[in-house]
Nanobody
Framework: VQLVESGGGSVQPGGSLRLSCAAS????????MGWYRQVPGKQRELVAS???????NYGDSVKGRFTISRVNAENTVYLQMNSLKPEDTAVYYC??????????????WGQGTQVTVSS
C-alpha cells in the first residue's frame, strides 16, 4: 500500500496549513490512518490518528488546534492545522494500517512532507 502526501510548506506563526494523504494499492481495509511528525534528533511522535469507526486521538501539543478527518470512500486522510506555532515545525508523515487484498497486514508510511512555521 502506497501513501502520497501533499500540502506541506512554510507559514507564519498563527497561520494554517492542510495536509492530505491518499492511499493506493491492493487495499482491502484501512483500519487506522494518522499523522506523525519528526524533528532531527527526536523520536517520531503522534500528531493525530483516526480509526475506521471514526474515533480520533490527538497528541497533547496539538489538541484544539489540529483536526484529522477521513474520506473512507477515497482512502484519504486530511490534517487541518490551525494556529501554527514554530514548535510545530517538523517533517509530517502519513501512516495507514490494515489488510491488503490478500489479507496480509500492512503498516505503511508516506515519504514525509516538511512543515515550517517561522516569521
Amino acid at each position: 500500500v502506497q501513501l502520497v502526501e501533499s500540502g506541506g510548506g512554510s507559514v507564519q506563526p498563527g497561520g494554517s496549513l492542510r495536509l492530505s494523504c491518499a492511499a493506493s494499492g491492493s487495499i482491502f481495509t484501512i483500519d487506522g490512518m494518522g499523522w506523525y511528525r519528526q524533528v532531527p534528533g527526536k523520536q517520531r511522535e503522534l500528531v493525530a490518528s483516526s480509526n475506521r469507526g471514526g474515533s480520533t486521538n490527538y497528541g497533547d501539543s496539538v489538541k484544539g488546534r489540529f483536526t484529522i478527518s477521513r474520506v473512507n470512500a477515497e482512502n484519504t486522510v486530511y490534517l487541518q492545522m490551525n494556529s501554527l506555532k514554530p514548535e510545530d515545525t517538523a517533517v509530517y508523515y502519513c501512516n495507514a494500517r490494515g489488510l491488503e487484498s490478500n489479507y496480509d497486514t500492512y503498516d505503511s508510511w508516506g515519504q514525509g512532507t516538511q512543515v515550517t512555521v517561522s516569521s
